[in-house]
């Protein structure tokens, strides 16, 4: 399994990651963007796990604040 994990409260909204991975990731109402089905876990952090990273590698790459880690 590979795990996406996104450290929410330092992103910054730029919508990089929505436009590069949208099969993952949108905006959210509060001008940051979500992880889809991601799960809370604390401290700001959003984890999905999932068998195959698809365009999230290309979604962490492209993160400007580097908020998005993937394992
Ligand atoms: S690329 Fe990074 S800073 Fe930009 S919206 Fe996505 S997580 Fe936030």
């Given amino acids: 399994m590979a795990k996406v ?3 929410r409260d330092k ?3 730029c919508g990089t990651c929505v436009a590069v ?3 993952f990731w949108h905006m959210g109402d509060d001008g940051k963007s ?3 089905d991601a799960k809370d876990a604390g401290g700001n952090k959003f984890e999905l796990e ?3 990273l698809g ?3 290309e979604a962490a790459t492209s993160c ?3 908020v998005i880690m993937v394992e």
Wanted: one cysteine or more; aromatic letters at 0%.
């Fill in 5 to 7: 994990i996104q450290q």
């Fill in 21 to 23: 991975c949208p099969a």
């Fill in 34 to 36: 979500v992880l889809k």
């Fill in 55 to 57: 365009c999230n590698k």
């Fill in 50 to 52: 999932i068998v195959d």
């Fill in 11 to 13: 992103c910054i909204g």
């Fill in 64 to 66: 400007p604040v580097q």
